[in-house]
């Protein structure tokens, strides 16, 4: 019982983990990429159908991949080269995602999916509790803890890292240092995209193997607010990840045994906790503004424009 | 080959006005591909979708239909971002708005006086108001990022009005639909010209909030507050204006709008609550809000742009069979478009060449 209540909290938390950790790439180099979502659900539509048309999901996960990080470059290319608004252009992506993916979806709504299967580790997921749970997963879990050291050290001990932190903090400081900062900030969107893109692969892959239209039903957002909560640290991603899975897994199975117990709690109220969590963890968060400050990439948001 | 920016020296006013028609010449040229590519003919597919729509009266009608909560919401939400105050859960406000302004009906449906509409519209613009009031709270007490709390509340509403017309006010007449009793005659917004179509008075509504709010913009003190704020909050300061009471102006005058909007269409569109009172007029307006260029005015003009693709998206749909995905994917382009060409009104876009390059460095 407790291990599978585990084995659902983990693949809810996955896509969030794994968006989050793309969006955390991308606001470190000082970019707000509010279109998410967007990215989110055109790597699902893409996951999908490319996992129906050539009947491996393994290709159906590299499609979400290129999916979502090609419909960043859109982002890139109003943000960084032609500098317009972040937030507004980040809402256009999230429109934009949401319109194109059930156009690509719509001629797959109700057939069924193709599963990405786990990978089991033979020995390891014998060990007795936490074997199944950590070493017989699919390749996204996978994925997501390796992506979770590897940017951690990326950011923190590599010199490219550095660079990445640095135009965050001052892209004018970096300019000056000689570091190219329009493409480096192109290169940390992509990467947030094929994050997202990914991530929207899991949910149609994994998660729910199938097309649904809207069916990222505002992960992405949430992973945005993930971000904020873990205050750009990838570790803490992954600890958020699991607390705002644990929320929505929980919920679901609260509305079960409340069923069974014959008490009367409206479903919509618990289909409301994620969300009502999200904000509540953001007030806890941000209501220390000098911590915020000093986490924040100082020039999140701004728009660069090189003088020469 | 790149591309490079250079700043005007002043913003280009040919631009300003150029930008939106341009934007929307594009969208036009993207619609074409897509139709195409769709194995439509894309000139038929447009007027279709563009022109059909504006020929007739009743249809015209719809126009005003969709037009006004469009507008109605992109107005509050045009001064919201000129303050630099991000509210993009409109669509949580209208629900809750929506909500507040049908308790009357809903609970004193045998209650027949001319003091109910007015009492509706009132209370559906204080529950928006109310609504768009947590954000501001969080902003201002916690600063808490609004774009993000504004958003999740959304979802939040959307689940409680859900319940609403589930449980507690559903019509135990209504043969198991979700839906509330029909409001009676005095609790709905009358038409305008009833001879000749649906429009109702939500688009007078929405035109004198336009015209007040570009009055307010233009000639007022406060509208000047708004736009110092949002492009420095420092020199604001300096003029004695306060960020935090921004705060609360924009986002309590943007709730309200959005709760009007609500409680207007369910009474005059609808008729009755049900689970779905909007295909996303929240989140349009944004995009009318914008392709107005945030002025008041203009999200008239833009307003009657938006409406028109959800128009077209139903003709289409009935008429050559193209899904009405189609109009959110107009509606997406066109604000990339809006954005992108709005560049051209602070910068001048010059495209080098590699071989132009080099001569430059060495000039």
New interface residues.
């Given amino acids: 019982m407790f291990e599978a209540i585990l084995l659902t909290v983990i693949t809810a938390s996955t896509p969030l983990v794994l968006a989050a950790l793309g969006e955390l790439v991308t606001e470190r180099s000082g970019v707000l990429n509010?279109g998410v979502e967007g990215m989110m659900i055109m790597g699902a539509a893409c996951a999908f159908v490319a996992a129906q048309l050539t009947g491996s999901p393994y290709i159906g996960l590299l499609a979400g991949i290129l999916g979502g990080g090609v419909f960043s470059l859109?982002f890139g290319?109003?943000t960084l080269?032609?500098?317009?608004?972040q937030?507004?252009?980040g809402?256009?992506?999230t429109?934009?995602?949401?319109?194109?993916s059930?156009?690509i979806g719509?001629a797959f709504v109700g057939q069924p999916g193709i599963k990405l299967q786990p990978i089991v580790f033979p020995l390891l997921s014998d060990i007795p509790f936490f074997g199944r749970v950590l070493f017989a997963q699919d390749l996204t879990f996978y994925l997501s803890v390796v992506l979770v050291i590897g940017i951690n050290w990326f950011l923190f001990r590599s010199r490219t890292g550095l660079k990445l932190r640095a135009i965050g903090d001052n892209h004018a400081s970096a300019h000056a240092l000689g570091i190219n900062v329009i493409r480096t900030r192109y290169l940390a969107v992509m990467f947030g995209g094929a994050c997202a893109g990914l991530a929207g692969a899991q949910l149609s892959l994994v998660y729910t193997p199938q097309w649904v239209?809207n069916m990222s039903a505002?992960r992405g957002?949430i992973a945005?607010?993930l971000v904020?909560f873990a205050s750009w640290r990838p570790w803490r991603v992954l600890a958020g990840g699991y607390l705002f899975g644990a929320v929505g897994i929980g919920q679901l199975h609260a509305q079960i045994l409340a069923q069974n117990l014959g008490i009367v709690i409206?479903s919509?109220?618990l289909?409301?906790l994620p969300?009502?969590a999200?904000?509540v963890v953001?007030?806890i968060i941000?209501?220390n503004?000098r911590t915020?400050l000093i986490n924040t990439p100082a020039s999140l948001g701004k728009p660069f424009?090189p003088d020469? | 080959m790149r591309i490079e920016l250079q700043k005007r020296a002043r913003v280009s006013p040919l631009f300003s006005i150029l930008s939106p028609l341009l934007a929307l010449v594009l969208t036009l040229l993207f619609g074409a591909i897509m139709f195409w590519l769709l194995g439509k003919n894309p000139l038929s597919a447009l007027y279709i979708y563009f022109v059909e729509p504006l020929l007739e009266i009743w249809s015209l009608h719809e126009l005003a239909v969709k037009a006004a909560p469009l507008i109605l919401i992109a107005v509050g939400l045009a001064v919201c971002y000129r303050s630099n105050n991000w509210n993009i859960g409109a669509e949580g406000q209208f629900t809750i708005g929506a909500i507040t302004g049908s308790i009357l009906p809903v609970m004193y449906p045998a209650w027949h006086s001319p003091m109910i509409l007015p009492l509706m519209l009132i209370l559906g613009m204080i529950g928006g108001a109310l609504y768009a009031g947590i954000p501001a709270l969080l902003k201002t007490r916690f600063n808490t990022n609004e774009i993000l709390t504004s958003l999740m509340l959304v979802y939040i509403a959307q689940l409680y009005l859900d319940w609403l017309v589930r449980g507690p006010w559903r019509d135990p007449q209504g043969n198991n639909f979700p839906i509330t009793k029909t409001f009676q005659i005095e609790a709905v917004v009358p038409e305008i010209l009833s001879s000749s179509g649906r429009a109702h008075w939500a688009f007078v509504f929405a035109i004198v909030a336009a015209v007040a709010l570009w009055f307010m913009m233009r000639f007022m003190l406060k509208g000047f507050e708004v736009s110092v704020l949002g492009q420095s909050e420092r020199a604001g300061r300096f003029a004695g204006f306060s960020a935090r009471r921004m705060v609360w102006f924009s986002m309590l005058l943007s709730g309200a709008l959005a709760g009007l909007a609500g409680i207007s269409e369910v009474s005059g569109s609808i008729g009755h609550l049900q689970p779905v009172i909007s295909p996303g007029y929240g989140f349009t307006a944004i995009i009318v809000a914008f392709l107005g260029r945030l002025n008041p005015l203009g999200i008239i003009a833009s307003g009657l742009v938006l409406a028109l693709t959800y128009l077209g998206g139903e003709a289409a749909q009935l008429s050559i069979g193209i899904s009405d995905k189609v109009s959110r994917v107009f509606q997406g382009l066109l604000l990339f478009f809006v954005l992108s060409c709005d560049t051209l009104i602070h910068y001048r876009i010059r495209l080098i060449f590699a071989g132009a390059k080099t001569a430059e460095v060495k000039g």
């Fill in positions: 509010l859109l290319l109003l080269t032609l500098v317009a608004n937030v507004a252009t809402l256009a992506l429109i934009l995602g949401l319109g194109l059930g156009q719509e239209e505002g957002w945005l607010a904020v409206p919509q109220f289909s409301a969300y009502a999200t904000i953001l007030i941000s209501h503004r915020t424009v020469r």
